[in-house]
């Protein structure tokens, strides 16, 4: 019957795409398709429905669905997290994660000095296998990208237990997540030329200005003229903090 209704409705909406006008009556018909799925599994259903999760994947979904890949749904507890590392304030385990397609797996480009992930010896390059070790491990590639990420974020004072890949051995880590403060611009001389100095700008949040400002200045007491800014693998952030660093230089 579910199939028969949404069948009925794709029909009725081939031409509800953004920038269309959208009626109440459409909006309705996706509501009653909804509470329809709600009350068969209500009906049905034997194990105990989790309503907050369920309402947060259907936002999420919806978020997706649009096409605009800016568009993203975040809890209140993703978002207060979202904007606190644009201020450079972070719990976890400080790590920097990209997706790599070719593997479907997490990859560390970058590990915060002085964080807990630092201390217990992950390395940029391990690549995040599963969520969990021994016999609770979760595959990256079955539970997806977002899902895993969700599962590796945490507040400070709990666990973040996963797997890593690393020359082909897998390495189990169990990280009590802390506060840390992220130090986004990183600089060293380049060894084969000392005459020059390569400055990472791992991202850009509001105190990445200042450690700019800092690291150059280091650069220019050494005696340095020559610099590389590297910025491979930098997700953005902040745009205020990019154009302040722009002005700097």
Do not use: C
């Amino acid at each position: 019957l579910m199939n028969d209704r949404l069948e009925d409705y794709e029909k009725e909406s081939e031409n509800m795409v953004l920038g269309n006008v959208v009626t109440d009556e459409q909006r309705q018909r996706l509501f009653s398709l909804l509470l329809e799925l709600d009350s068969a599994f209500q009906n049905y259903e034997f194990h105990e429905m989790d309503y907050k999760a369920i309402t947060n994947y259907v936002l999420e979904s919806y978020a997706a669905a649009v096409g605009d890949k800016y568009a993203e749904y975040y809890t209140k507890e993703e978002f207060d997290q979202m904007m606190a590392s644009m201020q450079g304030q972070n719990q976890g385990v400080g790590v920097n994660i990209v997706y790599d397609p070719d593997t479907g797996l997490i990859t560390i480009i970058n590990v915060m000095p002085n964080s807990p992930a630092f201390k217990a010896g992950i390395l940029p390059g391990d690549k995040i296998y599963a969520v969990g070790t021994g016999e609770n491990k979760k595959l990256v590639t079955v539970l997806g990208y977002t899902a895993a990420v969700l599962e590796l974020q945490g507040v400070k004072g709990t666990l973040a237990e996963f797997t890593v890949l690393r020359d082909g051995k897998e390495i189990e880590f169990s990280i009590m997540r802390e506060e840390y403060v992220n130090q986004s611009v990183l600089w060293h001389e380049y060894a084969p030329d000392k005459s020059v100095a390569v400055v990472k700008i791992l991202n850009f949040d509001a105190l990445t200005p200042s450690q700019f400002k800092a690291a150059m200045e280091e650069v220019e007491a050494k005696g340095i003229k020559k610099v590389v800014f590297d910025v491979r693998s930098n997700p953005g952030g902040n745009l205020n903090a990019i154009v302040e660093v722009l002005d700097l230089l």
